[in-house]
């Protein structure tokens, strides 16, 4: 009787994913994403607001370490997002053995992962710190900060990879309940750790730890607790590894290129900001956490409508599809136009919650204002890119990815500095992402286009 109802129940969350109306669909599958990406986004202003507390060049050192956790985000999502596609076309078509089979490919890869970069991070840490745009200065505090987020890595990255395949199989208030909880514990240990127990820098990063790990087992407990659709096999590992690991690789590396295409980013704009002083780094470095609270809503709702295009798609609904693209469009713009007007005209008072000092204020304000103008264009290059992920459209998508942070980024970072200084490195990112938003629409056109007579 227990597993008739459990049948009867995934039969009737298919259905729900295939035949009501997208709006419905993608806002139940997106509000707890957004939370949950809302909760990682303020966790992360978190170690910003408390460290900062302990100077500038403290505040600069979280801004490097950030390439470091960006990075281990990219495997993780590389490997998630890699497989929810091949989970949400299986899963569209029927096949619960090949999802079965990827899901437990997928998870045991994402711990590796974690491992290998955990190695490979502590060993060579200081150069890492100095590579990554890292003074004199900002090294002491950056190494102190690194050392714990690295030791984390594994279970970071894993809890990437249970959120995307929590959410990818329609359970994304599970992936919001686990973020959630480990966001929380981070916020409410950071202080106790840095000013309680005086552990300076390294208390922010132990906090991150600890609700890391403590994340990582509440979504394991609920992924196995019985409620997906495909399980997670040790055996289906070992024997399919090479069947499915390269495919995942491939149908995740926009996400890995858009990923380390901003760790990149990341890196010019530190040591470009570098050379005009830790308040600079630091002034960039919290507008730029700001930014990803901005665009955590957007993020959040794209990823809510992933799962709900991979179904219709890999059940050829393609007028369900452009009608779930429709909506998650038109929402994020009109979000983004309104997040863009409150941080154009508060821009000063964000940064002076983080910092006081008015070298640091006035240039993480200024990057803001420019950054609010570019937020608009935003959807356009994000949702797209997500659309094609999820439907298996490779050479789209990785194009797409390389827009942003790499096509028009690298060269405007190249050229901009060296003849506008401070405010050229502060106009770069804001163009990249008006561009991006402009190459997306032929795109977009394009591949609706190809879809029109099924539609129809």
Not at 15 to 21: A, I
Not at 275 to 283: M, W
Not at 290 to 298: E, P, Y
Not at 362 to 384: C, D, M, Q, T, Y
Request: aromatic letters at 12%; one cysteine or more.
């Amino acid at each position: 009787m227990k597993n008739t109802f459990k049948k009867e129940s995934k039969s009737q969350n298919l259905s729900f994913m295939l035949e009501s109306p997208m709006p419905k669909v993608v806002l139940k599958m997106a509000v707890p994403t957004i939370l949950s990406m809302l909760v990682m986004s303020v966790y992360g202003l978190s170690d910003m607001f408390f460290v900062s507390r302990l100077g500038t060049s403290a505040s600069a050192a979280v801004g490097i370490v950030f390439s470091i956790m960006t990075m281990i985000q990219a495997v993780g999502f590389m490997l998630g997002i890699g497989a929810g596609s091949l989970i949400s076309r299986s899963l569209g078509a029927g096949n619960k053995n090949d999802a079965e089979s990827v899901v437990s490919v997928t998870f045991f890869s994402g711990i590796l992962g974690g491992v290998l970069m955990m190695i490979l991070g502590l060993f060579f840490k200081s150069d890492i710190m100095k590579f990554l745009g890292a003074t004199e200065t900002i090294l002491p505090y950056a190494k102190d900060f690194s050392h714990y987020i690295l030791l984390a890595a594994p279970v970071m990255c894993c809890s990437f990879v249970l959120n995307i395949l929590l959410r990818i199989q329609g359970k994304p208030t599970f992936s919001m309940i686990g973020l959630s909880l480990g966001g929380i514990l981070n916020i409410i240990l950071e202080p106790i750790f840095i000013f309680g127990f005086k552990l300076g820098i390294g208390g922010a990063a132990i906090a991150t730890l600890i609700s890391q790990f403590v994340s990582f087992l509440i979504l394991l407990i609920m992924y196995l607790n019985n409620t997906t659709f495909a399980k997670i096999r040790i055996s289906l590992f070992f024997r399919d590894f090479f069947k499915w690991f390269g495919k995942i690789c491939y149908n995740g590396s926009s996400s890995l290129l858009r990923q380390g295409l901003v760790v990149i980013a990341n890196v010019l704009i530190n040591v470009h900001a570098s050379k005009y002083g830790d308040s600079a780094v630091a002034g960039m470095s919290i507008s730029g956490r700001i930014f990803i609270l901005v665009i955590s809503v957007m993020f959040g709702l794209g990823q809510g409508f992933q799962p709900v295009a991979g179904f219709c798609f890999g059940a050829k609904r393609y007028d369900k599809v452009k009608s779930a693209f429709n909506f998650t469009l038109i929402v994020s713009t009109i979000l983004q136009l309104a997040f863009a007007f409150l941080l154009f005209r508060f821009s000063s008072e964000v940064i002076t919650l983080f910092q006081k000092d008015a070298q640091v204020v006035k240039i993480g304000s200024e990057a803001v204002r420019f950054f609010a103008i570019s937020l608009p264009f935003l959807p356009l290059s994000v949702i797209a890119n997500m659309l094609f992920q999820i439907c298996g459209q490779e050479t789209q998508s990785i194009f797409l990815s390389s827009c942003r942070q790499g096509v028009f980024f690298l060269p405007l970072i190249i050229f901009l500095p060296h003849f506008w200084g401070l405010t050229g490195l502060e106009l770069c990112q804001p163009i990249a992402n008006i561009l991006s938003g402009l190459v997306s629409i032929p795109f977009i056109v394009l591949f609706f286009k190809k879809f029109t007579t099924r539609i129809k």
